[in-house]
């Protein structure tokens, strides 16, 4: 079965995703030696959803087929989410695009940091400094 197949199976069988099967379903389709994690949690809202605006931070690690999606399409839905700090590592151009401080449906500030580069995201609400030296790069 296949992530899509997995996310309509659940869908079709309720309409309010829990966390439990959120959980069971990322460690379904995250492929071996892959980890992906749901770090803390915030209260569900009284009809039982999960709010977009408790979010605070998107990776998001580009392939050649989803490139348009990240930079373009989610770019802007993070953004008019008020996701606070939206970052695209992309190995093909082997940088990251850090996107911060969103407005109006868009990101107010958008820098970038080559591979191998520490990334400093301490002026966030993240506030770490994300370490690239073993990505790939040149």
């Given at each position: 079965m296949t992530g899509l197949e997995d996310r309509i199976e659940m869908t079709e069988e309720s309409e309010e995703l829990t966390l439990d099967a959120l959980f069971e379903s990322l460690e379904r389709t995250t492929p071996e030696g892959y980890k992906v994690e749901i770090v803390e949690?915030?209260?569900?809202?009284?009809?039982?959803?999960w709010r977009c605006g408790d979010v605070e931070f998107v990776a998001e690690v580009i392939s050649k087929g989803t490139a348009h999606n990240d930079y373009g399409p989610k770019r802007t839905a993070y953004a008019a989410a008020e996701v606070p700090v939206y970052l695209v590592a992309d190995p093909y151009q082997r940088r990251c695009h850090i996107c911060t401080d969103p407005k109006d449906g868009?990101?107010?500030?958008s820098t970038r940091g080559d591979f191998g580069t520490d990334i400093d995201l301490t002026g966030t609400v993240i506030d770490l400094v994300l370490t690239t030296g073993d990505f790939p790069h040149d």
């Open positions: 949690g915030a209260e569900k809202t009284p009809g039982g959803l868009d990101y107010a500030v």
